[in-house]
């Protein structure tokens, strides 16, 4: 039905960058949030930023300012720009849609495989 696959983690000293994609596919009628959720061990997963189909942004106080999350509505792809990263932002980071499947009434809430992000100090 829908696929959500994520890409860009990896290992990354602290102070530098990296940029996470994930790309929705499927049979997808419309996507009305986008966003980016982690989970580092033993924490419960929390939202890192969201972005609306018209694109008003949302992010989490611990990364404003340095995480920019956009999205291209005709690629159902949405981005996170990781900047000045530090190694409290080492977690499972996964990707997610409130979307409305073609011939099916009511949003969904679709998830992404996860990707791992870790900063070394």
């Known amino acids: 039905q829908v696929q959500l696959v994520e890409s860009g983690g990896g290992l990354v000293q602290a102070g530098g960058s990296l940029r996470l994609s994930c790309a929705a596919s499927?049979?997808?009628?419309?996507?009305?949030?986008m966003g980016w959720y982690r989970q580092a061990p033993g924490n419960l997963r929390e939202l890192v930023a969201s972005?609306?189909?018209?694109?008003?942004?949302n992010y989490a106080d611990s990364v404003k300012g340095r995480f920019t999350v956009s999205r291209d509505n005709a690629q159902n792809t949405v981005y996170l720009q990781m900047n000045s990263l530090k190694p409290e932002d080492t977690a499972v980071y996964y990707c997610?849609?409130?979307?409305?499947?073609?011939?099916?009434?009511?949003?969904?809430?679709?998830w992404g495989q996860g990707t791992q992000v870790t900063v070394s100090s």
């Open positions: 972005i609306t189909s018209g694109g008003r942004t």
């Open positions: 499927g049979s997808i009628f419309s996507i009305s949030v």
């Open positions: 997610n849609a409130i979307l409305l499947i073609t011939g099916r009434p009511g949003q969904q809430v679709w």
